[in-house]
């Protein structure tokens, strides 16, 4: 398997379906709820989702950083309702049927998407907040549960395309409503946005193979390790070296993954001045973490790759500079 598929310009089957979701009834959009509150439990509400933010998320607390206070305020609110989501099925009661673990998604999604939030319930009061200022569309934050959901339908995915679906519903979703915060030029921004969220939920899945392995999911397409001649039994864990083939695999992965930030981060000019280099900080600052996995010969088991405080604050000077300029293909 090499990358020459990758070269096309054409959108791929699964590019052109994700875009689809996208666009899908936003004309049409789902309702949002009322938010009534005083300044100060709001102020409280906001100051929470800061401080989940900090604790959970250093990357993306330092690249929201770098927005207006109010659109910083927003993305840490987006960010805290994303995280809950996420947790409800890492962090679940390992006892819990599947009926069980739905059923309490399922009545997340009504506390934080369908009712008036209550004065105490800090983090959907936040995002119910965030939401009706910068007029997010709620569809994306149906999607975004509904992608959630499939952790505890799938742990296996035949295909790359496959996976990508899935990565569009945890974190395509994320960068459309995240989006709508920073503010856009037009549906022609939609498709970077799709791309970029599929880049980063791949790097997620590449850095935490042996995380996921551990809980009982592979993420990894099925069709490509077998292509690396590799069956899940053969994957290495944390007493067991990496061999050729996985390195292969991982080379192959990585340059797909890398593939995918290119064409996505041009997309950072199109939207509003103040949120761009925000923006691309994330971006790249995670896409940082495929360098880290290259550096330690793609064992992913033993150790959970990351950026240094340093390394991420050395990068930042050229992520503003080709945030001024405007991204090319062969970037960064």
């Known amino acids: 398997m090499t990358l020459s598929t990758l070269e096309s310009r054409l959108p791929t089957t699964w590019e052109q379906r994700l875009y689809a979701l996208a666009h899908k009834d936003l004309a049409a959009d789902l309702p949002r709820v009322q938010v009534e509150t005083d300044a100060e439990t709001l102020q409280q509400a906001y100051a929470y989702c800061d401080r989940l933010t900090k604790a959970h998320s250093k990357t993306f607390y330092t690249a929201s950083a770098l927005m207006p206070a109010e659109k910083r305020r927003a993305v840490r609110a987006l960010y805290a ?5 996420d947790d409800l099925i890492d962090c679940a009661d390992p006892g819990a049927s599947t009926a069980e673990r739905l059923a309490a998604l399922e009545g997340w999604r009504r506390r934080a998407l369908l009712s008036p939030p209550r004065p105490d319930d800090l983090p959907v009061l ?3 907040d965030a939401m009706a200022n910068y007029r997010v ?10 992608g959630v959901a499939k952790d505890i339908l799938k742990t296996r995915y035949a295909t790359f395309d496959e996976l990508a679906e899935y990565s569009y519903g945890v974190a395509s979703t994320v960068g459309l409503m995240s989006m709508h915060i920073t503010g856009f030029d037009g549906p022609h921004a939609i498709p970077y946005a799709v791309k970029l969220g599929v880049a980063l939920q791949m790097t997620n899945i590449l850095r935490d193979v042996g995380e996921d392995w551990r809980a009982g999911r592979v993420y990894l397409p099925q069709d490509e390790l077998a292509a690396h001649g590799l069956q899940e039994a053969d994957v290495p864990t944390a007493d067991r070296s990496a061999d050729d083939r996985w390195r292969t695999l991982m080379r192959f992965q990585i340059a797909r993954n890398r593939h995918l930030y290119a064409e996505a981060l041009p997309g950072v000019s ?25 550096a330690h010969d793609y064992q992913v088991f033993s150790r959970r790759a990351h950026l240094t405080k340093w390394a991420k604050l050395r990068r930042l000077p050229g992520i503003w500079w080709r945030t001024r300029r405007g991204y090319r293909m062969d970037e960064p």
């Open 270 to 294: 199109l939207l509003h001045r103040d949120g761009r280099f925000a923006i691309a900080a994330a971006a790249e600052l995670y896409q940082g973490i495929l360098d880290d996995i290259e």
């Open 81 to 85: 309702f994303c995280r809950i989501s």
């Open 126 to 128: 936040a995002w119910a």
């Open 137 to 146: 569309p709620a569809r994306y934050a149906h999607q975004l549960i509904d």
